[in-house]
C-alpha cells in the first residue's frame, strides 16, 4: 500500500488529477445545459449534481497543491463524489436493462462516474474532515434530494420516468450511505500529507 500513498500523494499525479477533474468538470455542466435552459433560477445550483460533485474535488486538489486542507470542501468532495458516482453507474446500467443496448456516451458516463466515487474514498487518509463538516454535507445532499425527487429536478433520464419513486427511494438510502462514509472519515485519525 505504500506504493498508492506515494502515487496520491504524489503532487505531479495530484496535478494530473486536478486536470482530469476540472476537464470533467465542465464537460459536466456543458452536458447539464439543456436541462438548464429549463430550470427555474433557484433550482440552478442543485440541478448539476455530478460536475458540482467535481468541482468540489477540484477545490480540494488545488489545496492540497498548496499543501493545505479544506475540511467542509473535503466532506462535500467525499460524500458527492461517492454518491453521485455510484448513483450515475447505476442509472446508466438501468437504462441498459430496459434498453438492452449500451451507448458510447454511457459507457464514458459509467466509467467516468465510477471512477468519481474511488477517487473520493482514496484520499480519505489526506482528509481532515470534523463532524460539523459532515452535518453540512448531509444538510446539503438532503436537501438537494428534496429538490431532485420533490420538486423534479432530478437528471433527465427519460426511459426511467416511470421508475422515478423507486430511483428517489434508491436515492435517499445511497444518501444515508454516502454521509455514512463521511462520518466515517472524520471519525479517522488522518495523518496523511501531500509530498
Sequence with gaps: MNWLRFILGNRSFIWLLLIVN?????????????????????FLLFVPDSPTASLFFVIVLIAFLFKRNTPLFEALALLTLFKY?????????????????VEIESLMLIVSHGAMAIQGLLYIPYYRIKWVHVSIAAIWTLHNDVIDYVFDMMPNYSILNESMDQIGYFTFWLSILSIAICFYAAKRKNTLTIS
Excluded: C, S
Design 22 to 42: 476540472l476537464l470533467g468538470t465542465i464537460y459536466g455542466y456543458y452536458w447539464y445545459r439543456f436541462q438548464l435552459a429549463e430550470t427555474p433560477d433557484i
Design 85 to 101: 458516482g455510484v448513483w450515475a453507474v447505476v442509472m446508466n446500467f438501468l437504462v441498459f436493462a430496459k434498453t438492452g443496448t
